[in-house]
Each structure stands twice: as structure tokens, then as C-alpha cells.
């Protein structure tokens, strides 16, 4: 059982927008900035976003993340083939003291 | 900047998973150092993580059978998971950064625990 709650799948169509979800709690993504990281077959985690919104160098502008209290979406805009894969929430943990994630989302590109 | 893991890729049951990070194009002796793994059909999970100094961070499940170091010496750092179970099948990471903020991970080896 994950601390962050992610839906365990999402779907779209090329070209569309597709947000995913993460619900934490007080402890974790209300107090602390959120990452996202991008897992596709046979690769290594990508970070996506830290503190909550910013980007990488090198990760596109058609992904975004946002946080409200304690739950935070990623955004994926202009959806393409490549997207396919999963995506992870994560958080530092005050309670635990250390990082926390997400079940993870499994992205499918219809 | 580079990563790499090595190790074993089976060990029995009960026996002790000894992995090793070697870092390229930094310096150990800057950043935090972090273990993740993937189990199969399951989400990252966070091992521990290490400051270039040697000071370390567990992750409660795992930390009496944890520990993380660190060879500035050689610009590695390792994990040793003690009394193995199958539950520790996993593609085990290494990576840079104090988690969650991991921009830099290794290729990741598969470890079979397994009799």
C-alpha cells in the first residue's frame, strides 16, 4: 500500500491532454515539494518535475505539475507514442523522515 | 555524470545481496547517494540513502538488515541487504541526489532471490 495515491491507469488518444492525479496528506505533499518521474520498459526512472512545477533541462514543456494542499497532478499536453509508460508521484515524508511515492500510473497511448 | 550497479544477479534465500555503485564524471565526495528498487509488477520503492560524509538515512522496513556506504577512495558506494527473502526480488537503482529528488540514476540491475 502506497503512502501517495495515484489512479492506476489513464489513457488518451495523440495529440490530447491527460493529467494524472496524487492524493498525499499533511505530512508529505502539503508540506514538501512534489517530483514526478517517468518510467518506461527496460529504462531507468526519468525525473519529470521537482518542486512542484519545474522541469529539467531537457523535459519538454508539454509536461507540467501542480499542487494544491495535499494533492498534486502532472499534466501531459500533446500526447504522443512515446508517452506510453508509467508515472510515479513522489514526496519527502515528515513523519517517516524520508521519501514516499506513488503506487505509480500506467499511462496507455490509444 | 554516470552510474553504474554491479552485483550479483541471484542469491538464495537467507544469504546477503552485496551491490556496489561506481560514479563517473563526479565526484562522490558532493550530493547525497540514493538505493531504490523496482520489484516486479510493483511501484519504486525508496532503500536508503547515504551524504558523501556517511551519513545515512533507511527506510524503516528495511533497516534492520540495511547498510549503506560509502568508498570516496574509489568513488563508490555500496549496500549490503542482510537475511534476503524473495519479497527482495527486485531491479535494484542506484542514484544521485537526496531522494525525492533523484536526476540522475543507473542503468538498474535485476536481483533474483531465489534457492
Known amino acids: 500500500q502506497s503512502v501517495l495515491t495515484q489512479p492506476p491507469s489513464a489513457s488518451g488518444t495523440p495529440g490530447q491532454r491527460v493529467t494524472i492525479s496524487c492524493s498525499g496528506s499533511t505530512s508529505n505533499i502539503e508540506g514538501n515539494y512534489v517530483y514526478w518521474f517517468q518510467k518506461l520498459p527496460a529504462m531507468a526512472p526519468k525525473l519529470l518535475i521537482y518542486g512542484n512545477h519545474q522541469r529539467p533541462s531537457g523535459v519538454p514543456d508539454r509536461f507540467s505539475g501542480s499542487k494544491s494542499g495535499t494533492s498534486a497532478s502532472l499534466a501531459i499536453s500533446g500526447l504522443r507514442s512515446e508517452d506510453d509508460g508509467e508515472y510515479y508521484c513522489a514526496a519527502w515524508d515528515d513523519k517517516l523522515s524520508g521519501p514516499v511515492f506513488g503506487g505509480g500510473t500506467e499511462l496507455t497511448v490509444l | 555524470v554516470q552510474l553504474r550497479e554491479s552485483g550479483p544477479g541471484l542469491v538464495k534465500p537467507s544469504e546477503t545481496l552485496s551491490l556496489t555503485c561506481t560514479v563517473s564524471g563526479d565526484s562522490i565526495g558532493t550530493y547525497y547517494w540514493t538505493w531504490m528498487r523496482q520489484p516486479p509488477g510493483k511501484g519504486l520503492e525508496w532503500i536508503g540513502h547515504i551524504s558523501h560524509s556517511g551519513s545515512t538515512n533507511y527506510n524503516p522496513s528495511l533497516k534492520n538488515r540495511l547498510i549503506i556506504s560509502v568508498d570516496t577512495s574509489r568513488n563508490q558506494f555500496s549496500l549490503n541487504l542482510h537475511s534476503l527473502i524473495a519479497a527482495d526480488t527486485a531491479v535494484y537503482y542506484c542514484?544521485?541526489?537526496?531522494?525525492?529528488?533523484?536526476?540522475?540514476w543507473g542503468q538498474g540491475i535485476t536481483v533474483n532471490v531465489s534457492s
Open positions: 542514484a544521485r541526489g537526496l531522494p525525492p529528488g533523484l536526476a540522475v
